[in-house]
C-alpha cells in the first residue's frame, strides 16, 4: 500500500535513504540537511518534503517549494529499481491533490542528441509531459544560456509570475553556496 510521509530532519534512516537514492540520480546534489536547512530560509514559502513508501519500503521523494504565485518541484526521484512502475505518477498525482489547481512548475535539462545522458533527459521530458506537464518555451536562465527547459502543470499564473517565482528559487540555491552548505 502506497503512503506518504513528511520528511523530518530527525528521521535519520529516511535522510540517508533520500540521500542515497540522490547519489544514484543527482549526483552532484545538496544533502538533506542542506534541503531541511533550506527550507528555514523562505520567507513567504513553505516547504512539501515528501517520502513516498510501498508496503513500507522506501520508494522515492520529492521536494517541492511553495510560493504565492504557485509550486515549484525542486527534486523529484524514484528509486531506479521502481521507475516505470507508476510511483512516480502516484507522486505526482499526490502533489496535485494537496496543490489543488495551484500551477507546478519545474525545470528539467533539454534533451540533446549530442549529449551522454541524452535518453535519460528524453525519459524524464515525456515523463512530465506524460503527466500534464507542458514545455512553456521559456529558455531559462536566458535565450543566451539556455540550462533548462520550463514546464508547468496547473493554472493561473502569466511569464512575470513564472519567472518571479524561478528567480526566487535561484536565489536560494545561491544561499546554499553564501552559507557553504553546496
Same mark, same amino acid.
Not at 45 to 60: K, L, N, Q, R, S
Not at 138 to 141: D, F, G, N, T
Given at each position: 500500500?502506497?503512503?506518504?510521509?513528511?520528511?523530518?530532519?530527525?528521521?535519520? !534512516?529516511? &535522510?540517508? !535513504?533520500i540521500?542515497?537514492? &540522490?547519489?544514484k540520480?543527482?549526483?552532484?546534489?545538496?544533502?538533506?540537511?542542506n534541503l531541511?536547512?533550506l *527550507?528555514?530560509?523562505y520567507? @513567504?514559502?513553505?516547504?512539501?518534503?515528501? *517520502?513516498?513508501?510501498?508496503?513500507?519500503? =522506501?520508494?522515492?521523494?520529492?521536494?517541492?517549494?511553495? =510560493?504565492?504565485?504557485?509550486? /515549484?518541484?525542486?527534486?523529484?526521484?524514484?528509486?531506479p529499481? $521502481?521507475?516505470?512502475?507508476? $510511483? @512516480?505518477?502516484?507522486?505526482?498525482?499526490?502533489?496535485r491533490?494537496?496543490?489543488g &489547481?495551484?500551477?507546478?512548475?519545474?525545470?528539467? /535539462?533539454?534533451?540533446?542528441?549530442d549529449?551522454?545522458?541524452?535518453?535519460?533527459?528524453?525519459r524524464?521530458k515525456?515523463?512530465?509531459?506524460?503527466?500534464?506537464?507542458?514545455? !512553456?518555451k521559456?529558455?531559462?536562465?536566458t535565450?543566451?544560456?539556455?540550462?533548462?527547459?520550463? $514546464?508547468?502543470?496547473g493554472?493561473?499564473?502569466?511569464?512575470?509570475?513564472?519567472?518571479?517565482?524561478?528567480?526566487?528559487?535561484?536565489m536560494?540555491i &545561491?544561499?546554499?553556496?553564501?552559507?557553504g552548505?553546496?
Open positions: 500500500m502506497i503512503k506518504f510521509r513528511k520528511v523530518t530532519e530527525s528521521d535519520e !534512516q529516511l &535522510n540517508s !535513504q540521500e542515497a537514492l &540522490n547519489r540520480v543527482f549526483p552532484s546534489t545538496e544533502t538533506t540537511a531541511h536547512f *527550507a528555514g530560509l520567507k @513567504g514559502a513553505t516547504v512539501d518534503f515528501i *517520502a513516498m513508501e510501498d508496503d513500507d519500503v =522506501f520508494v522515492g521523494y520529492t521536494y517541492v517549494i511553495n =510560493f504565492f504565485q504557485g509550486s /515549484f518541484i525542486y527534486y523529484l526521484a524514484i528509486e529499481e $521502481y521507475q516505470s512502475k507508476g $510511483y @512516480g505518477t502516484a507522486l505526482l498525482k499526490h502533489l491533490e494537496i496543490q &489547481n495551484r500551477p507546478i512548475a519545474l525545470t528539467i /535539462f533539454p534533451p540533446e542528441p549529449d551522454d545522458d541524452y535518453e535519460e533527459c528524453l524524464r515525456w515523463f512530465y509531459v506524460k503527466n500534464g506537464y507542458v514545455d !512553456q521559456i529558455p531559462y536562465p535565450e543566451e544560456f539556455h540550462q533548462y527547459d520550463v $514546464y508547468m502543470s493554472f493561473g499564473i502569466g511569464y512575470i509570475e513564472l519567472m518571479a517565482m524561478l528567480y526566487k528559487v535561484d536560494f &545561491n544561499s546554499l553556496i553564501k552559507y552548505r553546496f
